[in-house]
């Protein structure tokens, strides 16, 4: 350690006061892991904000010690994306949990780092409003969900979390204040064009160029009528033919496909072979509307995507969703959809996954090879497809249990995950909320200008580099 830990942690005490400082064992340790493979690490001491300003002082002080700051928030990430790689403060802002604004009429809020998703939904279902529901549990941030192109049950019809950004304000690792959008020029929360982009050096940066202490965000309307359409298909080539062609009109605000493995609570832990009387692919859609004949059109255009799909003489057909599930879907925010640790609970504890945005088409031939490297692992590919407000391009991941007791077990599921993240990028894809073993296979790959010019940005905002440093790789 280059720092002396009892200057910093007066230093802290000076600015939050004791009360909320630690740097005793116990709740360090409940910082330094998550449910992944990623190796847990001990932070020296957890901080907890309240105000920007309180932050501001903060990231001044860290600059200047030469400290390591790790943003926190929720912790239900489960990519190892908080657990520190050099020590230093967690500075968790869980304290910063106010919505500060929704505007009702320019359908935008402005939220703090700590507003949960549970948070955030109750209070806009007062208005009739809305934002993407995650896959994640009720408590995680809205606001590291859209930062790190997090998806929610709108993504067919609006796109990813972070295409939903509308301003910020950020803090930089020296302490400065800046506000980008509108926001940083009237004070108007509402857009993020016409001025330069540059609320993308804190998008999808893990971290470590700033922390964003205030977010605009779209809402929307919330229609008055929702229904799920669904089908099942004997193989990923029906089914992803499928999804491109309903997919095409945009009529969906979600349009997800799981494999068996997935459709099973809990996830079969070891590999279970799939029943040879059961498809091996289902899907949902959820459609909305403002009248039963907006409905109604869309349900015609499915049927007919559908039709044209069986007479090219596809497996794929209509198939009864659960009551529960379908209000599941349909009657948000849910204690139902979400349930993350429900995946892993045959396993031990654990849980991650190869998690990338992949073109559609590529979709069948990297399943096919998942399938194989899971299956040789003693793994069920319990794998996920999503569109995104499209035909072309959509999440492909694999949710993947394991035993965090037996460190055989992590490091067989660690090496399936690694592999089959190689294979999603033989066929186009790009790890999301990578954490540096997939960024170790992203750069083995990847432009070296392109490389360069994020060392350029990193080293631009945080000179010393302090900001969780190691997960951005470069530096």
Known sequence: MSWDKERVYKKLVDILGDEWVSDDEFVRFAYSYDLSFVEPKMPDIVALPETVEEIQEILKMANEEKVPV?????????????????????????????????N?????????????????????????LQFGWPVGPPS???????????????????????????????????????RLGSAGITGSWHALYPVPRLDGMFIGMLGTTGIVTKLGINVWAIPD?????????????????????????????????V?????QIPIPYPYRPKPDDEPEWF??????????????????????????????????????????????????????????KNYAKSAGGGISWPGTFTPAPKWPEAFNRWKEIYIRRGLSPSVRVTLYRGTH????????????????????????????????????GIPYKPPIEFLEEVYKRADPGYVELVKRVKDMLDPNNIMNPGKLLVR
């Open 70 to 102: 790790v943003p926190f928030t929720a912790g239900t990430n489960i990519g190892g994306l908080c657990i520190p790689e050099k020590g230093g403060i967690i500075l968790d802002l869980k304290r910063m949990n106010r919505i500060i604004e929704i």
């Open 104 to 128: 009702e009429e320019m359908r935008y809020a402005v939220i703090e780092p700590g507003v949960s998703h549970a948070q955030l939904a109750e209070a806009l279902y007062r208005k009739g």
């Open 140 to 178: 995680a941030s809205v606001l590291a969900c859209a930062i790190n192109h997090g998806i929610g049950h709108l993504t067919g019809r609006y796109g990813l979390n972070s295409q939903m950004i509308t301003s910020m304000e950020v803090v930089l690792p020296t302490g400065e204040l800046v």
């Open 225 to 257: 009528y929702r229904d799920v359409l669904t089908v099942s298909a004997e193989n990923i080539e029906d089914m992803t033919s499928y999804m491109i062609r309903w997919g095409r009109y945009e009529a969906a605000d979600d349009l997800t496909a």
């Open 259 to 263: 494999s068996w493995w997935l459709a």
């Open 283 to 340: 899907s949902y859609s959820v459609i909305s509307g403002y009248t039963e004949k907006e409905l109604e059109a869309k349900r015609e255009m499915w049927e007919m995507a559908l039709r044209e799909e069986q007479e090219n003489g596809s497996s794929v057909k209509e198939y009864e969703y659960p009551e529960e599930a379908k209000r599941a879907r349909t009657q948000l925010p849910s204690q139902i959809v979400g349930s993350t």
């Open 393 to 428: 391009y959509g999440m492909l991941r694999a949710m993947t249990p394991f035993d965090k007791r037996d460190p055989e077990k992590i490091r067989n599921a660690k090496e399936a995950i690694v592999e089959a993240l190689q294979v999603a990028l033989d066929v186009g």
